[in-house]
């Protein structure tokens, strides 16, 4: 029998922690607690104010084929109500670009034609996680193109992934941007209406959920975690007692903290991260668009600008813009900085001041060879082994969508 009386601890108040938990709670299970070591709830969905407008430093928007965030949203009372974010291409110096050159219409056009029907064998993608996905999918998602004879999708897909966080299209496998960009959403994105953003901000459709949980605690850095009949868990304030653990904050980073196998120490060191710099300048003098810059999609652009937002179409000129740029160790935030400051400057921008950085440990995942030796299956096999179970990013993806759509699943599976 169910026992709806168990002690369920979550780490993480995120989109994933948050999601789990409220699913927990419609399932009737009386005794969740989320465990969050920030002050505040949302993770990388993260809301700021300046000047009464808000600006997201973090996710920004979805899209219609969302259709588990609608759900959130639709039970919280929250609306689409955000600005259109209305879209440029711009070459470095400024001047307007396209995506597709004029000499490549028509073959571009033959090539996305053919997309539905490649897209429909790999259909299996459209489910929850990442486990049995066709092996295809495991090499780089530019390979993939050529092997299906469709290289251009790659000038397609490269503003809404590369420009969005998630690395370079010749490195991820295509697993991971054919779960988020399948059909519906690849054409969402295509057509800026269609973009969803939020007036008040992303976070607080995670403030609405968080209100209607029973108990989230905040300032609870998770400082130790042993398994033994019952899970023990420590944050610096207090020790707790839970019969399962549901981990949605970075799983490699539990090992510091978790009393863990030597199975998941052999899975958890293959996760990679992309850095991804978000910037908040007072500026003037660029495009009221978002504006993306195609010459900075590939590899050997790393730390140039790869996109910026224009939230509100009728700024004031001491407004913000947020700006975009990807790093890695020897690219770290400061040189990022010069680079992209550099960027605006070609762009035509006169820099006013920056107002707030965030540099994120982002998009969770594994490369190529990790996926082929089956990392994701061996993943779900570890669910509920030792009362644990694994939600967020990496289960599924780094996106609003797909972090809700996995904590579904999770629960109705296990729970
Ligand atoms: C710049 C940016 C832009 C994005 N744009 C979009 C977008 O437009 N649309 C979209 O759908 N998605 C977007 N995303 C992705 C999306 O925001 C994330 O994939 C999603 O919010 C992740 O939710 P999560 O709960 O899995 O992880 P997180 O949000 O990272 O939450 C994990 C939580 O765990 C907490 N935690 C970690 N360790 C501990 C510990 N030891 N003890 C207690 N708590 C702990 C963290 O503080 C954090 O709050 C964007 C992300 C970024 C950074």
Same mark, same amino acid.
């Given at each position: 029998m169910v026992d709806k009386d168990k002690k369920i601890g979550i780490i993480g108040a995120g989109a994933s922690g948050l999601s789990t938990a409220y699913f927990l709670e419609n399932k009737g299970y009386r005794n969740v607690t989320v465990?969050?070591?920030?002050?505040?709830?949302?993770?990388?969905?993260?809301?700021i104010k300046y000047n009464d407008k808000t600006y997201e430093l973090g996710a920004m928007m979805a899209v219609p084929s969302h259709l588990n965030i609608l759900e959130l949203m639709n039970k919280v009372g929250m609306e689409r109500n955000g600005p259109v974010l209305y879209r440029g291409f711009f070459t470095p110096d400024g001047e307007k670009t396209q995506q597709i050159k004029n000499e490549e219409v028509v073959e571009f056009q033959r090539q996305f034609s053919r997309l539905p029907s490649i897209l429909n064998k790999y259909n299996k993608i459209l489910e929850p996680g990442l486990s049995k996905v066709h092996p295809d999918l495991y090499r780089p998602f530019k390979e993939w193109c050529i092997k299906n004879d469709i290289p251009l999708m790659e000038k397609v897909y490269g503003p809404p992934f590369t420009a969005f966080g998630y690395g370079y299209l010749d490195e991820i496998p295509a697993a991971y941007v054919l779960k988020f960009l399948d059909w519906e959403t690849l054409?969402?994105?295509?057509?800026?209406?269609?973009?969803i953003t939020w007036r008040e901000g992303i976070q607080e459709l995670w403030e609405r959920i968080a209100s209607e949980l029973n108990d989230i605690r905040l300032s609870s850095e998770v400082k130790s975690i042993e398994r033994k009949d019952k899970v023990i868990v420590n944050t610096d304030l207090e020790t707790l007692e839970f019969d399962n653990i549901?981990?949605?904050?970075?799983?490699?980073?539990?090992?510091?903290f978790m009393d863990t196998s030597q199975k998941e120490k052999d899975l958890f060191k293959n996760i990679k991260y992309t850095k991804f710099n978000v910037f908040a300048y007072s500026i003037?003098?660029?495009? #009221?668009?978002?504006? +993306?810059? %195609? &010459?900075?999609?590939?590899?050997?652009?790393?730390?140039?600008?790869?996109?910026?937002?224009y939230r509100w179409q009728d700024m004031a000129y001491n407004d913000l813009i947020t700006v975009y740029?990807?790093?890695?160790?020897?690219?770290d935030e400061s040189k990022c900085k010069a680079i992209v400051e550099e960027d605006l400057?070609?762009?035509?921008?006169?820099?006013?001041?920056?107002?707030?950085? #965030?540099?994120?440990? +982002?998009? %969770? &995942?594994?490369?190529?060879e990790t996926m082929a030796e089956g990392f994701y299956d061996k993943l779900e096999d570890l669910q509920s082994v030792n009362n644990t179970y694994y939600g967020g990013e990496i289960m599924s993806f780094s996106s609003i969508e797909q972090c809700i759509a996995y904590s579904k699943y999770l629960v109705n599976k296990f729970f």
């Open positions: 465990l969050e070591k920030g002050t505040r709830v949302g993770g990388k969905c993260f809301t054409t969402s994105f295509i057509e800026v209406t269609h973009l549901i981990l949605t904050c970075p799983l490699d980073e539990s090992i510091y003037e003098g660029l495009p #009221k668009v978002s504006g +993306y810059i %195609p &010459h900075h999609l590939p590899s050997n652009m790393l730390g140039h600008v790869l996109v910026w937002y740029a990807l790093g890695n160790d020897e690219i400057r070609r762009l035509g921008a006169k820099i006013n001041r920056l107002h707030i950085h #965030k540099s994120w440990k +982002y998009f %969770p &995942h594994v490369d190529s």
